[in-house]
């Protein structure tokens, strides 16, 4: 029998929009264009791009013994989220901006891809400045900072190419470029200079095929603050090599000192800056990031501005109610909310910083911004403990504090603290790490003095 074929052209719904065409026969079976072998046997495999997927802190704390001691009750210093605890709540304007938003019933279907113009518009006008104008076409509004640091590394960079990252440094980073074969570069952060970048390192590392420098500050996991002085040496060795920047400005204004952003310093340095409302606003779980478009110089054009709304059009990014919402929330939120938040961090940390500066074998260094700070341990002085996840590790059987191995962070023999934890918890935490350090700490050798002289 003589079946006639048609081509059926598609359209699809949703975030696709291109358009499919299938071969079918009037009877609507499927007409195969070409005859294909027929598979003996089940082999389902994951892609390369799963089996490449690889979260740095999630391969460390899976792989440690976590047992806390049943007589002290855990205090975990881990986590990045400032929620955990409950002493940090966000500002009623905010959760009255998105009630009005849900009550509206105005925001209860698809956003556009790249989100709402007014939204937009109400970002463009909470970043704008002088130095870095911006219009709501210049914001793409995503599903947490997350996806913001996703699409910007993916309109960037191609398979093959390399980015610079900072060391130690967000892992997400690394998670997301490996994944779609993208090389990292890890630029080290120097504690002795406050985490600033070692330019000449960072710069040795550059060549042809690198195609983005990844700024983030203030800084996770480091808790540091770039000077505008540093930031414009860094964006003089990227305008030097004509790399543009992605910008982790997750943690802005969440400082107690001066914190420009890097694009209101650039003359001619393109740069996607990456934020949203989860640390800042204290709302981490109701996923709002955002992408600025600081283009300097038309270097980006359309093409990168036609790539990143292509690329938010994968899925209908940040749900739209809290879209709804954003316009109230940047513009309704008191200070005094940006302020406590602030000053109950600044106290936590030096509260921390002053405790353990008096740990013999420890180092702490004192952060200026976000919500971290890190502690060197001086190994040599802890021969019980192999490197710095067996020293977490053991900190959690004996004394139930948990601090994160920045291993994690590619930067062995320190631990990262999360500093949003109630007051008394600190006190009581930084009480226990210094026991455990007493317990354990091994003075010099006199040999060994011996030999310095």
């Not at 709540?89 to 009630?99: C, E, H, R």
């Not at 505008?228 to 964006?235: A, D, G, M, P």
């Not at 910008?247 to 003359?267: K, R």
Request: glycine share 6%.
């Amino acid at each position: 029998m003589f079946f006639k074929t048609y081509s059926i052209r598609s359209e699809s719904s949703g975030a696709m929009h291109g358009h499919g065409i299938h071969h079918v026969n009037v009877k609507g079976s499927l007409y195969p264009t070409k005859a294909k072998s027929r598979r003996q046997m089940w082999d389902v495999k994951p892609s390369e791009m799963a089996v490449n997927t690889l979260n740095p802190i999630r391969a460390i704390v899976d792989g440690m013994k976590l047992t806390p001691n049943p007589e002290k009750p855990m205090i975990a210093l881990s986590i990045g989220d400032p929620t955990v605890f409950g002493n940090l709540p966000t500002d009623k304007s905010v959760l009255q901006a998105m009630k009005d938003a849900i009550d509206s019933q105005k925001f209860n279907g698809y956003a556009p891809s790249v989100g709402y113009l007014k939204s937009r518009q109400a970002v463009a006008n909470f970043y704008s400045c002088p130095e870095a104008p911006l219009e709501g076409e210049d914001v793409i509004l995503t599903s947490g900072c997350s996806q913001a640091i996703e699409l910007a590394i993916s309109v960037l960079c191609n398979r093959g190419d390399n980015i610079l990252v900072p060391c130690p440094g967000f892992s997400l980073y690394k998670t997301l470029a490996v994944s779609i074969g993208i090389e990292v570069k890890l630029y080290n952060l120097l504690p002795e200079k406050s985490w600033e970048a070692d330019l000449q390192h960072m710069e040795s590392l550059i060549d042809e095929r690198t195609s983005c420098l990844i700024v983030t500050n203030p800084s996770n996991p480091c808790g540091s603050v770039f000077t505008k002085e540093h930031l414009e040496k860094i964006l003089k060795v990227a305008s030097k090599h004509c790399i543009p920047i992605l910008a982790d400005e997750i943690y802005t204004n969440m400082v107690s000192c001066s914190c420009p952003s890097i694009a209101s310093l650039s003359s001619d340095v393109p740069v996607l800056s990456c934020g949203g409302l989860a640390k800042r606003w204290l709302v981490p779980g109701w996923r709002m990031g955002w992408i600025l478009i600081h283009d300097r110089n038309n270097v980006f054009g359309s093409e990168i501005r036609q790539g990143l709304v292509k690329l938010s059009q994968r899925i209908l990014g940040a749900c739209s109610i809290v879209q709804g919402a954003l316009e109230s929330i940047l513009n309704d939120t008191p200070q005094s909310f940006y302020s406590s938040t602030i000053s109950f961090l600044k106290s936590n940390s030096e509260i921390c910083f002053n405790k353990l500066c008096t740990v013999p074998g420890l180092n702490p260094v004192m952060p200026s911004g976000a919500m971290y700070l890190m502690v060197g341990i001086e190994m040599d002085h802890f021969p019980e403990f192999k490197n710095d996840v067996d020293f977490t590790e053991r900190m959690v059987t004996e004394q139930s504090v948990f601090c994160l191995p920045a291993s994690a962070f590619e930067y062995p023999n320190f631990f990262r603290i999360v500093v949003t934890v109630p007051e008394e918890m600190m006190v009581e935490a930084c009480d226990r790490i210094q026991q455990f350090c007493k317990h354990y700490y091994r003075p010099p050798s006199r040999d060994s003095n011996d030999l310095d002289q």
